[in-house]
């Protein structure tokens, strides 16, 4: 690693150090986990500029666990948190109050048991109480690959008929239309990666909060949209709006040559989505091929939301 990587490095961590100071001191969390991090390095030189350039974008993902009285509503911590966020450093928060994490590990739910027992915790209130987690029990593997394969079934093929009639309405024309189905598609497209890899059933079926949370399965489905231009946020934008665009002002449209492009950008990103399910289940029989179809011990409890 160069030096300038190393500066990068310590300076990410500086700021991430003074954001998550911020979050505790703004709404005084019953406990705050780290789930994964990731970077991305942008590089550039021109003859036109006088130094080389270098800038690294982080992203960490947090679980933020809000005390059980704490009157304010998830999506209102998740707002606040947003506004600490910069130019090279993004905080992707998933927030949720005590009462409905210890409801969901007495039950064995499968996500928030990964993150209590692999998550990094990063801080906790001195009078928190420890939350109790039941052991996972041996299951049976193709009884484990047969719910993965229910979460994959039920939400990838809502997303397969979405592009299919999105395919259908572009080539009659109606394109606004279409991009509101390609909009559904690359929505439940992300559910199905999350679902099915992680056991979390998110609140929001925002898609650019949904990117945000697939990062943390997939860097590639994240690179599917980058938004590292004007040009990639413009596209973005239409597959966001376009739908709400038409409803308000009148003689709003979207041209042929957008509606192509968003149809091969989600068709990349059930390709990644692909990638991801077959991943997942080579790591379950890779994990477990020694059991010989009988037991074995895996993340998922009785119970367990899956």
């Known amino acids: 690693m160069g ?9 990410d961590m500086r700021e991430f150090a003074v954001v998550l100071e911020r979050i505790v001191a703004a709404l005084a969390p019953e406990r705050v986990l780290c789930l ?18 270098e800038q690294v974008h982080v992203t960490v993902d947090l679980l933020v666990v809000l005390r059980s009285d704490d009157r304010r509503k998830p999506d209102e911590a998740v707002e606040l948190i947003s506004v600490f966020n910069s130019a090279t450093l993004h905080v992707n928060a998933l927030v949720h109050k005590l009462a409905f994490v210890s409801q ?4 064995g739910g499968l996500f928030f048991s990964n993150v209590h027992n692999a998550g990094i915790l990063l801080y906790e209130r001195p009078e928190a109480k420890q939350m109790f987690v039941p052991p996972w ?5 193709a009884e484990t690959q047969l719910r993965l394969v229910a979460q994959w079934e039920a939400w990838f093929g809502m997303a397969q008929r979405a592009i299919s009639e999105a395919k259908h309405s572009i080539a009659r024309g109606e394109y606004v239309f279409g991009v ?18 992680t056991g979390y059933n998110p609140p929001t079926r925002n898609l650019r ?3 945000d949370l697939v990062g943390n399965v997939s860097a590639k489905a994240t690179m599917v949209f980058p938004g590292s231009t004007r040009e990639e946020d413009a596209l973005f934008d239409v597959l966001m709006n376009a739908q709400a665009r038409a409803r308000y002002k009148e003689g709003y449209t979207v041209s042929a040559e957008t509606a192509g492009i968003l149809v091969a950008r989600v068709e990349n990103l059930q390709v990644v989505a692909r990638d991801v399910y077959a991943a997942r289940m080579a790591e379950v029989s890779a994990e477990h091929g020694d059991a010989g179809g009988d037991t074995c011990g895996v993340a998922f409890a009785p119970g367990a939301s899956r």
């Open 104 to 107: 969901a590990l007495a039950t």
């Open 180 to 197: 509101g189905l390609l909009q559904h598609a690359a929505e439940y497209t992300c559910v199905a990666m999350l679902r099915m890899v």
């Open 209 to 211: 909060k949904l990117l």
């Open 3 to 11: 030096s300038a990587a190393r500066q990068s490095t310590v300076t």
């Open 36 to 53: 994964g991090s990731r970077a991305n390095k942008f590089e550039g030189w021109s003859i036109f500029k006088t130094r080389y350039e």
């Open 137 to 141: 029990n041996d299951v049976n593997v």
